[in-house]
């Protein structure tokens, strides 16, 4: 259940925008990516999903390495993008539903953790609703527990924290340590690291696609700009 990281190097077209990644995120535990903007988080998270194709270096989880075995690689992860994406013409709960069709997840109990985490987010009495009618904060919800009832042993999520109010905050950080203490890995970017504070096991701090330092909060903080250590961040 560990990812492994290594050597990885890409971008976009001809352009190099990360070079030399190496990393590790073992079973049952939160990295959490950290940057400026433009700092490359996003670039390392489209070559973790397949998006972009590496210059150099590979990505393996579980023993399924992305580059020749796609396809078993990615059914391992779940992936949480910084702007959600939902179908317009579906309602709440034929999200749900398409995803456990996709993933091919058990009915009963797929709706059951859905109900769970849609009472969390106070969501569970709108799954009539359509996309037009969801705020930003409540699409990004709708994301999160779209992700969440797959059995992932990766859980990659791109900025999860703008945009949701302080209460959704804590709820997600809370969803969150539940699936590290469940055993998957999992991968978070964020500017500001203090909102993860006490909830990822290492962090990796990155400038110009490159990773300047990494480690537990601690061990980094000294090296990592003060304005990205930050105070809780909250954007509701
Ligand atoms: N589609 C693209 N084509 C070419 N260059 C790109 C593309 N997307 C990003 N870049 C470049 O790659 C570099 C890293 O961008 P990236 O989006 O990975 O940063 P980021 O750390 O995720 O930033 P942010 O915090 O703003 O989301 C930037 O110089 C950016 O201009």
């Known amino acids: ?35 400026l903007n433009g700092s490359g988080k996003s670039t390392i998270i489209n070559h973790l999903i397949g998006l972009l194709a590496p210059k150099t270096g590979s990505v393996v989880l579980n023993s399924h390495n992305l ?47 859905a109900t769970r985490l849609l009472k969390i987010f106070r969501l569970d009495d709108k799954l009539n609703w359509f996309p037009t009618h969801f705020s930003k904060g409540m699409r990004q919800k709708v994301m999160i527990v779209m992700a969440f009832i797959t059995q992932a042993d990766l859980f990659i999520i791109d900025e999860p924290f703008l945009g949701l109010d302080v209460l959704a905050v804590q709820d997600l950080l809370t969803l969150i340590d539940e699936k590290r203490e469940s055993g998957a890995s999992l991968l978070i970017t964020t500017h500001v690291m203090s909102t993860l504070k006490a ?8 400038e110009q696609g490159q990773i300047v330092a990494s480690g537990a909060i601690d061990a980094i903080s000294d090296q990592v700009p003060v304005m990205l250590i930050g105070e809780e961040q909250t954007n509701g």
């Open 1 to 35: 259940m560990t990812l492994q990281v290594e050597n990885l190097s890409g971008g976009y077209g001809q352009t190099t925008v990360i070079q030399n990644i190496n990393f590790t995120i073992p079973a049952g535990s939160v990295t959490a990516l950290i940057g």
């Open 67 to 113: 580059a020749q075995d796609p396809v078993g690689f990615k059914k391992q992860i779940a992936y949480v993008p910084e702007q959600p994406v939902l179908y317009e013409e579906l309602n709440l709960q034929e999200h749900i539903q398409a995803m456990i069709n996709i993933y091919h997840l058990n009915e009963k109990t797929s709706w059951e953790e």
């Open 199 to 206: 909830h990822a096991d290492q962090y990796i701090y990155l």
